[in-house]
């Protein structure tokens, strides 16, 4: 393929990962931050932003280890460990970097950070570009668009919760419950992008 | 030995009604409910899913004296880690099939929430074997869980259970709600099972999320 149409097909591999194979509302990646931290706007956009760039990133780093490291050795089975522990170390390393760089930068996402190792999202998508068999650029593009539709996705969730919250709610309802009603309404929603891009 | 005696009969009912972990703590449906449109698959994901749980539970408490406390959550995954990675082995050699439909599901068994959570919350201060029992039982009040939500899923979505057509559902009568097995019927399915048990529990629900 030439660099062109390589990046044209990223570009829809992109595309398709925030509407049409959105990741929380198709995979159900990222749920527990998802019930959790949905109740501010502001909050949802922080998190979200913070899991669009870790999950770019690792995404391409889990490539690279894959393809230079994991694949040469035949140890193909170790990939789990290597892609948490990459995604671990490099979930520290951008906390120390931002807290360096930038103060008000880290206090508004410091909370946040720890958070995302754990995010199953961040290490879904990288099992997924593995069985997919995604190219470099096409992983790079997965990986923006998986985080971009996850942040889509939870702060919308906060901007319907907050109506909700004045809202009388049965009380075996409330909290998670109502969460994912609305957020099977979401994925409803979602379904009508299916067919407009074939990108895969 | 743990500080406080442990009740083996509270462990059991703690991990399978009192304090499930779907619709008590809501932990760990990430990686599950897109295994849920298909009978078969939820009951090989939550075999796996309830043997590492117990294993690690195990295993975290069998080694929680030489564990430093700075390091813990890295031992505990790489703990986690190593079970998964033996089931994923094994379902790739003897149920190729299986490996495939499960996808990156078997892999997400370690980021889920529950073990995490039960060997940070129980294993890492309490004897092996209420340890193993903990585990063991969290992961079958999961199971349990995940299995009414598939049946659900499977029989209204397909008409079939395992594979198999039901009487009545399977034939001309019944017109397959196609929306079960997709992704939106998951989350209306899980919903309404939150909803009731935790109406039939009548304990305050604890506000949202975790």
Known sequence: MTLGSEFAHALVVCFAAIFTGNILLTTFLGMCPFLAVSREVRTALGLGAAVAFVMTCTCALNWLAYRYVLVPLGIEFFRFILFIIIIAAFVQFVEMVIERVSMPLYQSLGIFLPLITVNCAILGASLFMVIRGYSFLATVGYGLGSGLGWMLAIVSMAGIRRKLATNRIPEGLQGPAITMIIAGIMALAFIGFTGVLAGR | ?210
């Open chain 2, 1 to 210: 030995m743990s500080a406080t005696p442990v009740q083996k009969r509270d462990l059991v009912l703690d991990g399978l009604w009192r304090n499930n972990p779907v619709f008590r703590q809501v932990l760990g449906i990430c990686s599950a409910l897109a295994v849920t449109n298909l009978l078969l698959n939820t009951l090989v994901m939550c075999a796996s899913l309830t043997f590492t749980t117990a294993m690690s539970c195990l295993t975290v408490s069998l080694l929680r004296r030489w564990t430093p406390r700075r390091i813990r959550m890295m031992v505990q995954t790489l703990i986690i880690a190593f079970y998964v990675i033996i089931i994923d082995i094994l379902l790739q050699a003897f149920w190729p099939a299986m490996s495939t439909a499960l996808g990156p599901f078997v892999g997400l068994i370690i980021t889920n929430c529950i073990i995490m959570g039960r060997c940070e919350a129980f294993a890492g201060s309490h004897a092996p074997v209420p340890s193993l029992l903990d585990g063991l039982f969290s992961g079958l009040g999961y199971s349990v869980v995940l299995c009414l939500i598939a049946f659900c899923r499977e029989l209204l979505g397909m008409g079939t259970l395992l594979g198999r057509p039901m009487p009545f559902f399977g034939s001309e009568l019944w017109n397959n709600w196609v929306i079960m097995v997709m992704p939106p019927g998951a989350f209306f399915t899980l919903a309404l099972v939150v909803w009731f048990f935790r109406s039939r529990q009548g304990a305050p629900a604890q506000g949202g999320g975790k």
